[in-house]
C-alpha cells in the first residue's frame, strides 16, 4: 500500500521558516513534488525533485525561497521554506509519480501524479 505522510507545518510570522517532510513508501517512484492550496483557489505546483540524480525544478514564486531535497535512505522529501509571506499560507501537498517526464521536461500538473499525501497546513501571519 503507497502511503506519503506529510508533516511539519504550523503557523509562523512573515519572514519565517519551515521544513515540511514527507515521508514514502509502499513503492519506488521517478519523482514527487509539492503543491499547494490556499483557500477558495486551484491547487497550484510549487517544486518538484527526480528520485534518481536529484535534480529540482521550482516555481517562480517560489525559487530562491524554497528548497527541495530528498534523503534515498530514508525515502524522504523535504521542502524548506524560508522569507515566508502571509500569501505562502495554504494547505501543502507531497505527491509523486510513476512515469518519467519525457527528456528535461517536469511534471507540474496535479493530473500528472499518482498518489498524493493528505496535506499539511502552513499559516503565515503578517
Known amino acids: 500500500q503507497v502511503q506519503l505522510v506529510e508533516s511539519g507545518g504550523g503557523l509562523v510570522q512573515a519572514g519565517g521558516s519551515l521544513r515540511l517532510s514527507c515521508a514514502a513508501s509502499?513503492?519506488?517512484?521517478?519523482?514527487m513534488g509539492w503543491f499547494r492550496q490556499a483557500p477558495g483557489k486551484e491547487r497550484e505546483f510549487v517544486a518538484a525533485?527526480?528520485?534518481?540524480?536529484?535534480?529540482?525544478y521550482y516555481a517562480d514564486s517560489v525559487k530562491g525561497r524554497f528548497t527541495i531535497s530528498r534523503d534515498n535512505a530514508k525515502n524522504t522529501v523535504y521542502l524548506q521554506v524560508n522569507s515566508l509571506k502571509p500569501e505562502d499560507t495554504a494547505v501543502y501537498y507531497c505527491?509523486?509519480?510513476?512515469?518519467?517526464?519525457?527528456?528535461?521536461?517536469?511534471?507540474?500538473?496535479?493530473?500528472?501524479?499518482?498518489?498524493w499525501g493528505q496535506g499539511t497546513q502552513v499559516t503565515v501571519s503578517s
Open positions: 505527491a509523486a509519480h510513476i512515469r518519467r517526464p519525457y527528456g528535461s521536461s517536469w511534471y507540474i500538473e496535479t493530473y500528472e501524479y499518482d498518489y
Open positions: 509502499g513503492r519506488t517512484f521517478s519523482g
Open positions: 525533485i527526480r528520485w534518481s540524480g536529484g535534480s529540482t
